[in-house]
Each structure stands twice: as structure tokens, then as C-alpha cells.
């Protein structure tokens, strides 16, 4: 069995990765529901600045989408436990 070889290097493989992420990133997280699946990760992970920065994201950018109450009783929640 033979070991798997891309056809290209680190340094191409870096290279595309970096393009992937700049044509990515900016279009990721715009959309309320992205935004609060992802503070939800970050408060699983126990990265709760970061969430708390996404909850408040949301409640500024999207005030009156249905995830900006949940951002809300999360941030209160967040408050509550003194996180």
C-alpha cells in the first residue's frame, strides 16, 4: 500500500488554504443563525468572551431576527453566572 501524495507542497497547500479562508471568512457569519450556532460552540468550548462578543454581534446586527432574544437570555444567563 502506497502512502497518499498530493500533487502539491506545503507551501501550495497553504497558499490555497489562505485563499479558501479570505473568499470564506467574510461571508461566513453575517447570517444571524451562523453567528449564534457558532457562540453556542464557543460556549460549549468554554470560550466565553468570544461567545459573549457573538451573542452581542447578533443583538446589535440583527435585532429583530428570532436569535436576538436567545442572544439576549444568553447573555443575561452569561451575566448571571458571573462568566
Same mark, same amino acid.
Given at each position: ?5 498530493? *500533487?502539491?507542497r ?11 479562508? $479570505? ?10 443563525? @451562523?453567528? =449564534?450556532?457558532? $457562540?453556542?460552540?464557543?460556549? #460549549?468550548?468554554? *470560550?466565553?468572551? /468570544?461567545? #459573549?462578543?457573538? =451573542?452581542? #454581534?447578533?443583538?446589535?446586527? @440583527?435585532?429583530?431576527?428570532? =436569535?436576538?432574544? /436567545? ?13
Amino acid at each position: 500500500m502506497g502512502r497518499f501524495r498530493p *500533487n502539491l507542497r506545503w507551501g501550495q497547500w497553504a497558499r490555497a488554504l489562505l485563499i479558501f479562508l $479570505a473568499m470564506c471568512l467574510p461571508a461566513c457569519g453575517e447570517d444571524p443563525q @451562523h453567528l =449564534y450556532d457558532t $457562540a453556542q460552540f464557543e460556549e #460549549r468550548q468554554r *470560550n466565553l468572551p /468570544h461567545a #459573549r462578543e457573538l =451573542y452581542e #454581534r447578533i443583538v446589535r446586527e @440583527h435585532p429583530d431576527s428570532p =436569535y436576538a432574544q /436567545h442572544a439576549r437570555e444568553r447573555l443575561a444567563a452569561l451575566s448571571e453566572a458571573g462568566e
